[in-house]
């Protein structure tokens, strides 16, 4: 069965450089959403995205934005890196039945900002 | 949402029923209870979600007394592959889907 898919699965950035990260949702879920996990923490949420409006906002600094596609991909921006943003990025996804709270995440992408 | 509490680890053995129980006393009542799965560099997975009393899937049960205060994650005959950090939360039937990890149990399974 098709995964959440994300890319790159490994970056390497200078502080104060730009960063994008990709996510693609498994095929016909409406709702994305995108997790920051730093060494040893456990995963915070930072946004989410249903049907390409953004629906929750977590705790996303001000120099990261998101958007989501008409094909339902989703991108995380990331300006002005900090040390502190290196951590697992993940995406995950999630279809609309009722009652359910199953998200499907993606392998992540591992953010080393130097 | 309720503040969800659980052990910070616990140890088994392979072949062992484990049973993690989590604490949740200001659970609402639109409010349900999921359990996730991490193990190391990987996205948390779905284990099993419930609202009330017993609930089995192919891989664990989850059992929920009827003050819905607590819930407890239950796993049978756990093996060495069962090693992960376990979260237990609680999601409001609010529209808001969006996890809010706490603390997870960190289980070490031993041959």
């Known amino acids: 069965a098709a995964g959440v898919i994300q890319s790159p699965r490994h970056l390497i950035k200078e502080k104060r450089e730009t960063a994008t990260l990709k996510c693609y949702p498994i095929p016909r879920h409406d709702t994305v959403y995108w997790y920051q996990q730093g060494p040893g923490q456990d995963p915070q949420f930072l946004i989410s995205?249903?049907?390409?409006?953004?629906?929750d906002k977590g705790s996303i600094p001000d120099r990261f934005s998101a958007q989501q596609f008409s094909d339902y991909h989703s991108e995380l921006n990331m300006s002005s890196l900090e040390l502190g943003d290196s951590a697992l990025y993940f995406c995950?996804?999630?279809?609309?039945?009722?009652?359910?709270?199953?998200?499907?995440f993606g392998p992540g992408t591992r953010l080393t900002v130097t | 949402l309720a503040k969800t509490t659980q052990p910070i680890s616990m140890d088994s053995y392979e072949g062992q029923e484990v049973n993690i129980t989590c604490s949740h006393n200001n659970i609402a009542t639109n409010d349900y209870i999921t359990w996730y799965q991490q193990f190391p560099s990987q996205g948390p997975r779905f284990i099993i979600q419930?609202?009330?009393t017993k609930v089995t899937n192919e891989v664990a049960s989850l059992f929920i007394p009827a003050d819905r205060k607590s819930s407890t994650l239950s796993l049978p005959r756990v093996s060495l592959s069962d090693t992960a950090v376990y979260y237990c939360?609680?999601?409001?039937?609010?529209?808001?889907?969006?996890?809010?990890f706490g603390s997870g149990t960190r289980l070490q399974v031993q041959p």
């Open positions: 419930g609202y009330k």
């Open positions: 939360l609680v999601v409001g039937d609010t529209g808001r889907r969006a996890l809010t």
């Open positions: 995950a996804s999630s279809s609309p039945r009722e009652h359910t709270y199953e998200q499907y």
């Open positions: 995205f249903y049907e390409k409006m953004q629906s």
